[in-house]
C-alpha cells in the first residue's frame, strides 16, 4: 500500500511541476477587478442557488440568519501562487468573538458577517492532511481561461455537498452534534483554531441554558492559555445570561 502512494505521489509531483511550467508560459494572471466581474457573472448565481442571496461584492456570500440564529457562509480565500478556494461554514448572531481590546464583538449584521463555525472544501481538505501538491479544489488565477474553467469545476464538484452540509446544520440540535463529532473526529490543521469547535459549543449550550455544560466546554477552549483573561470575560457573559433569566 505504502509502495502504490509513494508511486501516486511521485506522479502527483510531476503533474504539479508540469502545470507549473504550463502556467508560466501562459501567464497573465485574473486581477482583483476581474476577478469580481467573473465572480459576479458565475459564482453569486451559483450560490443563490443553495440559498446565499447575499454577496458582499468581494469574496462573501452569505443566505439570511434562519429563525435560530444561523446564517450559511461562503468564502473565497487567496492563496499564494495564483489561485484560491472556497472554505464555507456557519456566522451566529449570538455568538461573539474577541477583539484586540478584549471585547466581544457579535457578527449580527451584512458587513460583520464572518465564518465561525470553519469549514474547508473536501478536496482542499484532503490535499492538506496528505501534503499533496494537488488540490482538486483549487481555482487558477494564472489566466482567465483557466480561473473560468476551474471556477466552474470547483462549484459544479461541490455545491451538492455545501447545499447538503448547510441542510444538515439548520438547527442549533444539528450544530451542537456536529460540533461533538468534529471535536471526537478533529480535522488535520496546523496550529490552533483561534475559533475552536469548543469556543462554538460552549455558546450554544448557554443559549440552551445548560450553563454547566456551557462553562465546561468554554473552559476546554482556553485550558491551554495561561492568560485567562479573555476566559474570564465570556464567563462573566454567561453569567449575565443566568441572572436575565432569574428575573
Same mark, same amino acid.
Given at each position: 500500500?505504502?509502495f502504490?502512494?509513494?508511486?501516486?505521489?511521485?506522479?502527483?509531483?510531476?503533474k504539479?511541476?508540469d502545470? +507549473?511550467?504550463?502556467?508560466i508560459k501562459?501567464?497573465?494572471?485574473v486581477l482583483?477587478?476581474?476577478?469580481?466581474?467573473?465572480?459576479?457573472?458565475i459564482?453569486?448565481?451559483?450560490?443563490?442557488?443553495?440559498g446565499?442571496n447575499n454577496?458582499n461584492g468581494k469574496y462573501?456570500?452569505f443566505?439570511?440568519?434562519?429563525?435560530?440564529?444561523?446564517k450559511y457562509?461562503?468564502?473565497y480565500n487567496?492563496?499564494k501562487?495564483f489561485?484560491? #478556494?472556497?472554505?464555507?461554514?456557519?456566522?451566529y448572531d449570538?455568538?461573539?468573538?474577541? #477583539?484586540?481590546?478584549?471585547?466581544l464583538t457579535?457578527?449580527?449584521t451584512s458587513?460583520s458577517?464572518k465564518?465561525?463555525y470553519?469549514?474547508r472544501?473536501?478536496g482542499w481538505q484532503?490535499?492538506y492532511?496528505n501534503?499533496?501538491p494537488?488540490?482538486?479544489d483549487k481555482?487558477s488565477?494564472?489566466n482567465?481561461?483557466?480561473?473560468?474553467? #476551474?471556477?466552474n469545476?470547483?462549484?459544479?464538484?461541490?455545491? #451538492?455537498k455545501l447545499?447538503e452540509w448547510f441542510?444538515?446544520n439548520k438547527?442549533?440540535?444539528?450544530?451542537r452534534?456536529?460540533l461533538?463529532?468534529?471535536i471526537?473526529?478533529?480535522?488535520?490543521?496546523?496550529?490552533?483554531r483561534?475559533?475552536s469547535f469548543?469556543?462554538i459549543?460552549s455558546?450554544i449550550?448557554a443559549?440552551?441554558?445548560e450553563?454547566?455544560?456551557?462553562?465546561y466546554? +468554554?473552559?476546554k477552549?482556553f485550558?491551554?492559555?495561561a492568560d485567562?483573561?479573555?476566559m474570564n470575560? +465570556?464567563l462573566?457573559?454567561f453569567n449575565?445570561?443566568?441572572?436575565n +433569566?432569574n428575573?
Open positions: 500500500m505504502n502504490f502512494r509513494k508511486i501516486k505521489d511521485i506522479i502527483d509531483r510531476r504539479a511541476i502545470e +507549473i511550467y504550463d502556467d501562459n501567464l497573465d494572471e482583483l477587478e476581474k476577478r469580481l466581474e467573473i465572480f459576479y457573472e459564482v453569486t448565481p451559483r450560490f443563490a442557488e443553495i446565499l454577496w462573501l456570500w443566505s439570511d440568519f434562519n429563525e435560530q440564529g444561523i457562509v461562503i468564502e487567496v492563496f501562487g489561485g484560491g #478556494s472556497f472554505s464555507f461554514g456557519i456566522c449570538f455568538i461573539p468573538t474577541i #477583539s484586540s481590546q478584549k471585547k457579535y457578527h449580527k458587513k458577517t465564518i465561525i470553519y469549514k472544501l473536501e484532503k490535499s492532511e501534503n499533496s494537488i488540490n482538486p481555482i488565477t494564472v482567465e481561461e483557466k480561473f473560468r474553467k #476551474s471556477l469545476n470547483v462549484i459544479e464538484n461541490n455545491i #451538492s447545499k441542510e444538515g438547527t442549533l440540535e444539528q450544530n452534534l456536529n461533538l463529532n468534529d471526537n473526529n478533529p480535522p488535520y490543521e496546523i496550529g490552533r483561534i475559533i469548543e469556543y459549543l455558546f449550550y443559549r440552551k441554558n450553563f454547566d455544560s456551557a462553562e466546554w +468554554i473552559k477552549h485550558e491551554d492559555s485567562k483573561t479573555e470575560l +465570556i462573566t457573559k449575565s445570561f443566568k441572572t +433569566i428575573i
